[in-house]
């Protein structure tokens, strides 16, 4: 019951929200979200330390940075991601940062894309 209690309070937030639906769609570095979600990596990080205390996501270094990801292992959350992706225009922010996530002429400014690719 503490699990489900700890998923529903790290949704209440609309900042980790939206890292884990970018993190949905592709691991990212901190950099990566701070840059599409125009916050500060400090804001950035705290939320990423939640998310991965409670181990909702992981951490692979690459180099300098780590690349973030969703904990596959974790079903009812994936599920739950997956649901308001497939309604993804019902959620205004989540729907730009999908947007802006994948144009063409920003994706050259992320830098984990830049290693992946």
């Not at 769609?25 to 705290?46: A, H, T």
């Not at 940075?65 to 599920?79: A, D």
């Not at 802006?100 to 994706?107: G, P, T, V």
């Amino acid at each position: 019951m503490e699990n489900l209690s700890n998923l529903f309070k790290l949704l209440s937030d609309e900042t980790r929200i939206r890292i884990l639906m970018l993190l949905f769609q592709s691991p990212m570095c901190v950099c990566d979200l701070s840059f599409i979600m125009k916050e500060s990596q400090p804001k950035i990080s705290k939320h990423i330390a939640k998310l991965r205390d409670l181990d909702f996501i992981t951490g692979k270094k690459s180099e300098q940075y780590i690349l973030y990801s969703l904990n596959k292992n974790n079903l009812l959350l994936i599920k739950i991601l997956n649901y308001i992706f497939l309604n993804l225009n019902s959620y205004d922010q989540l729907e730009k940062d999908y947007n802006f996530f994948n144009s063409k002429e920003n994706s050259l400014k992320f830098c984990s894309i830049k290693k992946i690719n």
